[in-house]
């Protein structure tokens, strides 16, 4: 089986910063793309930052130059550094990955996500 695992979440006030942490474990072949979403209340959730399958970076107009994604392909993890943060960047956070797995010789690329960490920008 596969799991994503986050941390880091948490209540911080306007203008602050956090850092989330979403590793992924379990048996597989390969990880072919990573990244965050989130969904406020009320809304769709939605593309924060990810790693593509070509390896590039993808990133919301409305986190762009204040989040930042990087990864630890050694430890299977990926990393969502929130700077500057404003209450409408309140939301649950998930980690979303496509990841692939052998099967007797058979590789299958499946979409996983993680549990969801509560992110709150309030003062």
């Known amino acids: 089986q596969v799991q994503l695992v986050e941390s880091g979440g948490g209540l911080v006030q306007p203008g602050g910063s956090l850092r989330l942490s979403c590793a992924a474990s379990?048996?597989?072949?390969?990880?072919?793309?990573m990244g965050w979403y989130r969904q406020a209340p009320g809304k769709e959730r939605e593309l924060v930052a990810a790693?593509?399958?070509?390896?590039?970076?993808n990133y919301a107009d409305a986190v762009k130059g204040r989040c930042t994604i990087s990864r630890d392909s050694a430890k299977n993890t990926v990393y969502l550094q929130m700077n500057s943060l404003k209450p409408e960047d309140t939301a649950v956070y998930y980690c979303n990955a496509a990841i692939v797995r052998s099967t007797w010789g058979t590789y299958q690329e499946n979409d996983y996500w993680g549990q969801g960490t509560q992110v709150t920008v309030a003062s």
């Open positions: 379990g048996t597989f072949f390969n990880i072919n793309a």
């Open positions: 790693f593509t399958r070509g390896g590039s970076t």
